[in-house]
């Protein structure tokens, strides 16, 4: 089912070795272009048109009633409200970990450079919910958020046509549980660009203010749009269609390693599931696993279409040295290490969004409730990117206070500098101070 790249005994290199999906993201972005332009000057007529275009819902008004959220909320299966708590629960206690206190650094005598932490004002938090809807990621996105101390929070999520157009109904719980009141039925590019540019509504009780910064996960219109507004708003990093690799000897369970290839295929079919293993024995019986999983799973044609796809595969390697090398290079969102040793080999890791440690650490966990961040860098961005994280909503400002005697000592080589840079009023800035 997997293409099969074999490796060994080639010195062949890892790069581009594993293509990812055919997304041009720049080509999207030109698509959808017109439609983030028609929603900044037209607002709430071009996002109900584009619904009513791509969601097949026409929307009576932007923002989710506080009463349907409630509902939801009083609706919500037991079970699955108990999950959501101890999820909620584990998000906030890692996250918690991750706040930052200010630092003061005591540069020289009388001069000193705090970094001052502060939340952004307002942050918007996508959910996705086209081929699956996600009260999981409500989860990801607000947890952070709220423990970096963001008071402006906003939830916008694709209206369902079963939902009597709102958003579905376990996100609108989700984000009742979390406290979150500001929630916005709409998807797509036509929803980053709301939360970019802000929009009217049907009355002033339903309009979006713009905000700061958008986070979350996406299809690659999402992604295109939150590409396009970068700049005017920041972004986290993308994360488009999930991705899993599996770096794995001959003491891994084959039965596991295709069950967590499968999990995030069933996202997408241009989901990417990669085995990278030493063990031809053991990527034989992942094949035969693989082929009686898929048969029995409820999204089988999305499972096969993804794994067959060219952005998955396995990968034969000599040994794990080489395996880890492939790994680095691809990147991966998610990395399974399910190896003799396997916390070692985690720990030489250099590239990849989560990494999960032998055989009882599944992404799946991770995507739920290991209390670890599920919205994670794809398409190689772990090269360059972390996370979600408290960090996303913080910025560092510093905060520059000098004696007068602590600038006298170092105005020399301001000013040095300033005359290397053919810049010399800045070093007039500071002569100024000491002339009689
Ligand atoms: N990396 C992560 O942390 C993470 C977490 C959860 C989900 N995901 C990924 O997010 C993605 C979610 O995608 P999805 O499609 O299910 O939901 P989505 O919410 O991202 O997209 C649905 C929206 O796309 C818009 N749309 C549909 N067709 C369009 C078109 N032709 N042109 C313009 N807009 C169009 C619709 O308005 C709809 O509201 C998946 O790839 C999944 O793997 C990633
Ligand atoms: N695996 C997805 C991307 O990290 C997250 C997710 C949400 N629900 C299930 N899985
Ligand atoms: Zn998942």
């Excluded at 540069?107 to 705090?114: A, E, F, I, N, R």
């Excluded at 500001?182 to 540019?197: C, R």
């Excluded at 990849?352 to 599944?362: D, E, N, Q, S, T």
């Excluded at 007068?404 to 500098?417: C, Q, S, Y």
């Amino acid at each position: 089912m997997l293409n099969r790249i074999d490796l060994r005994g080639s010195r062949r290199d890892p790069r581009g070795l594993l293509p990812r999906a055919q997304l041009d993201v720049s080509v999207a972005v030109e698509r959808i272009r017109p439609l983030v332009e028609a929603v900044h000057e037209h607002g709430f007529s071009a996002i109900r048109e584009a619904t009513e275009r791509f969601d097949g819902v026409t929307l009576e008004r932007l923002r989710v009633p506080a009463e349907a959220i409630a509902a939801a909320a009083e609706t919500l299966d037991p079970e699955v409200r108990a999950a959501l708590v101890e999820a909620i629960r584990r998000t906030r206690k890692v996250h918690a970990d991750q706040r930052r206190s200010d630092v003061t650094t005591q540069v020289v005598d009388g001069g000193t450079v705090t970094e001052r932490w502060l939340p952004v004002r307002r942050v918007g938090l996508y959910v996705p919910g086209g081929l699956a809807v996600y009260p999981s990621t409500v989860v990801m996105n607000v947890a952070p958020a709220q423990e970096a101390g963001v008071e402006g929070l906003v939830v916008t999520s694709p209206p369902q046509a079963s939902n009597d157009g709102l958003p579905d109904s376990r996100v609108l719980a989700a984000c009742a549980l979390l406290g979150v009141t500001e929630v916005y039925a709409v998807g797509g590019a036509q929803a980053i660009a709301m939360l970019g540019y802000g929009s009217d509504g049907v009355d002033e009780g339903d309009r979006c203010a713009p905000v700061d910064v958008i986070t979350g996960p996406g299809n690659i219109w999402v992604t295109a749009a939150k590409r396009l507004l970068q700049g005017t708003v920041g972004i986290d990093a993308e994360a488009g269609p999930t991705e899993i690799a599996v770096l794995a000897d001959d003491t891994a369970d084959p039965r596991h390693v295709a069950a967590d290839l499968i999990s995030q295929a069933e996202h997408d079919p241009l989901a990417a599931s990669v085995l990278v293993t030493p063990s031809l024995e053991l990527a034989d019986a992942v094949e035969i696993e693989l082929e009686k999983q898929v048969a029995a799973t409820r999204h089988a044609e999305r499972v096969r279409t993804s794994l067959t796809g060219q952005q998955s595969g396995v990968v034969l390697v000599d040994d794990l040295e080489q395996g880890l090398r492939v790994v680095d290079e691809y990147a991966a969102e998610h990395l399974e290490i399910q190896t003799r040793d396997a916390r070692e080999w985690a720990m030489r890791v250099r590239n990849a969004g989560a990494i999960f440690v032998g055989a009882y650490a599944p992404v799946s966990l991770g995507d739920y409730a290991a209390g670890s961040n599920h919205v994670l860098p794809t398409a190689g961005c772990a090269r360059h990117s972390s996370g979600l994280s408290v960090q996303s909503f913080l910025r560092g400002i510093h905060v520059v206070e000098y004696t007068e005697e602590a600038l006298r000592d170092v105005a020399g080589h301001v000013v040095a500098l300033a005359n290397a840079e053919d810049l010399p009023a800045h070093g007039d800035a500071v002569t100024v101070r000491f002339a009689r």
